[in-house]
Structure formats: C-alpha cells, structure tokens
C-alpha cells in the first residue's frame, strides 16, 4: 500500500467548473475531470508564466511531483478539446491557501480571497493595481510538508457517473 498523498496548496478555486463545446447537447457529452490542484498547475505555469521550481514551492509538492500534475492536467485538457468532450473542475487533495497581497502605493495588505480572479489584483484601498505577492514569514521547508489538516482542507474525488 502506497504513502496517502501530501496536500497541494491551491492560491485559487475557479468559480467556473464546467466548460462544454457549443452545439452539442450536453446529455451526448462525455466528460473529461480535472481536479484544483490541476487547474492550479496550469495556472501558475501557464498563466502567471512561473518555472517549475517555483510553482512546485508555491504548492509545496516536489518538482516532479509538479511535473506530473501538469502533465496529467495538460493532457486532459488536450482531450476535451481534440474530441470535444466537458470539462468539469472538483475533486482533489488541496488546501485553500489565501495568498497576501501589498499595494507598493498605499502600503495596504490584504488577502486574496477564493473566488477572485486569477489576474492583477487591485488594492481594495487604493484601486491601484501592481500588487505584490507577501513573502511567507514563516520558515517552511521548500519542500514537503505536513498532510492536510484543517476546515479549508479538500480531499474529495469526483464522482463517477451521475
């Protein structure tokens, strides 16, 4: 029996978790899965544009075990839409992380909540936009860490058939 596995951390959860081709009626559709922690993947490699170093550190996994997600996650993608097929978002193994924010022009500090939208963040004080990520004040481990734990804690896996 193989070790349960560690919690990815998850800056973001997708308000939009079901995406279909148009025309095609959605009881003819097969369905392709894709869990947060892979949505994150593809976010911080492909939309933030971050090496995977990085974005393994920001979800505190291995670099191969990024590698890994990514792949998995790319090749989802890449099947829904070669045969249009949905894509629906849930499941996994994550804890939501809330990623601090600072506005260099008014020097507030805030909290990226779930539902906010993965681009540039404006500062509610100010509206300004060039936010900065806080660093981390804490000393964890570049890698590892502990398992999930916690109320803001998913480990669910996607049903099967409904």
């Known amino acids: 029996m193989g070790r349960p596995p560690k919690c990815r951390r998850v800056e973001f959860l997708p308000h939009c978790t079901y995406f279909k081709p148009a025309g095609i009626p959605l009881w003819n559709l097969a369905e392709v ?4 922690e892979e949505v994150e993947a593809l976010r911080l490699k492909d939309l933030e544009g971050l090496e995977q170093e990085k974005c393994a550190e920001r979800m505190g996994i291995s670099r191969p075990t990024f590698q890994r997600i990514l792949t998995s996650a790319r090749g989802k993608v890449t099947e829904a839409l070669v045969h249009g097929k ?3 978002v849930e499941g996994g ?3 939501f992380v809330a990623r601090r924010l600072h506005c260099p ?4 500090e805030w909290q990226r909540l779930p539902g906010d939208p993965a681009g540039e963040a404006l500062c509610p004080t100010c509206s300004g936009t060039g936010s900065q990520p806080v660093n981390d004040r804490c000393n964890r481990k570049k890698r590892g860490g502990a398992r999930c734990r916690g109320k803001q804690t998913r480990n669910t896996k996607p049903d099967a058939e409904e």
């Open 86 to 88: 949905a894509i629906r």
């Open 33 to 36: 899965g894709l869990t947060v």
């Open 105 to 108: 022009r008014c020097e507030t």
């Open 93 to 95: 193994n994550f804890e």
